[in-house]
C-alpha cells in the first residue's frame, strides 16, 4: 500500500496563477483533509472531507476551494495565488466510526512558494 | 475554546537524559481524542499515539511515555534515555468531535551526541 501520496511535492507559482494539488489514499478512508503548516503556527486545517461528494470549511479555507469526486481522491486548488499562501502543504486521511477518532496518516508534503 | 498549547517551543538535550514534552488542551467535549506526531527533519507526520479521554491510564511504549492527567487537562509525553534519532518536532493535537484534528504549534527538540 503506498498509504496517502501528494502530487507535486514542490512548487513555485508567481502571483496570480493557479494550481491544483491532488492528493490520493489507498487505504479506504472516508474522511480526508488538507492542511497547511507554517513556522511556528503547527498544522491548520483548510478544508476537509467525510465522504465522496462532500466537503467542508476548515480553521484557514479563504483563497483555497477543494473537491472529492472519487473517494480516494481530495483535490486542492489555489484560483489565485498570493505570497501568503507560501506554505507546506499536508494531505491526510482517517478512518472514522460513529464518534470514534482515529489517527489521521499524512501524505509526505507539497512546499509551495508564491513569488 | 478548543486549543492546544505546547510551551515549550524549543528544548536541547544531552544524548542519554530524560526530556518531557508539556502538552495542555482546552476542550468543553466530554468525548474526545489527543494525539501525539513526530515531525523528523525529513518532514513527514508519524504518529504515536492516541487517548481516548475516557482512558486516563499512563502508556509506556519502549523508551516513550506518555501521562494523562484530566485534572490539569494535560497529556504529556516523555522520552527516557533521548537519542539522537529522537531529534525532531513533536505535535501534540486534539479531535474534539468526529475528525478535525487541532494542533500545538509544536515543540522543537534537540538531541545533542
Known amino acids: 500500500n503506498a498509504g496517502v501520496t501528494q502530487t507535486p511535492k514542490f512548487r513555485v507559482l508567481k502571483t496570480g496563477q493557479s494550481m491544483t494539488l491532488l492528493c490520493a489514499q489507498d487505504m479506504n478512508h472516508e474522511y480526508m483533509y488538507w492542511y497547511r503548516q507554517d513556522p511556528g503556527m503547527g498544522l491548520r486545517l483548510i478544508h476537509y472531507s467525510v465522504g465522496e461528494g462532500t466537503t467542508a470549511k476548515g480553521e484557514v479555507p479563504d483563497g483555497y476551494n477543494v473537491s472529492r469526486l472519487k473517494k480516494q481522491n481530495f483535490l486542492l486548488g489555489l484560483e489565485s495565488a498570493a505570497p501568503s499562501q507560501t506554505s507546506v502543504y499536508f494531505c491526510a486521511s482517517s478512518y472514522e466510526v460513529g464518534t470514534i477518532s482515529y489517527e489521521q496518516y499524512f501524505g509526505p508534503g507539497t512546499r509551495l512558494t508564491v513569488t | 475554546a478548543q486549543k492546544v498549547t505546547q510551551a515549550q517551543t524549543e528544548i536541547s538535550v544531552v544524548e542519554k537524559e530524560d526530556v518531557t514534552l508539556d502538552c495542555v488542551y482546552e476542550t468543553r467535549d466530554t468525548t474526545y481524542y489527543l494525539f501525539w506526531y513526530k515531525q523528523p527533519p525529513s518532514g513527514e507526520l508519524v504518529f504515536l499515539i492516541r487517548?481516548?479521554?475516557?482512558?486516563?491510564q499512563n502508556e509506556i511504549s519502549g523508551r516513550y511515555s506518555w501521562n494523562f492527567q484530566k485534572s490539569t487537562s494535560s497529556f504529556n509525553f516523555t522520552i527516557t534515555a533521548s537519542q539522537v534519532v529522537d531529534s525532531a518536532v513533536y505535535f501534540c493535537?486534539?479531535?474534539?468531535?468526529?475528525?478535525?484534528?487541532?494542533f500545538g504549534q509544536g515543540t522543537t527538540l534537540q538531541v545533542k551526541p
Open positions: 493535537a486534539l479531535t474534539p468531535n468526529t475528525g478535525k484534528l487541532i
Open positions: 487517548r481516548n479521554s475516557f482512558d486516563e
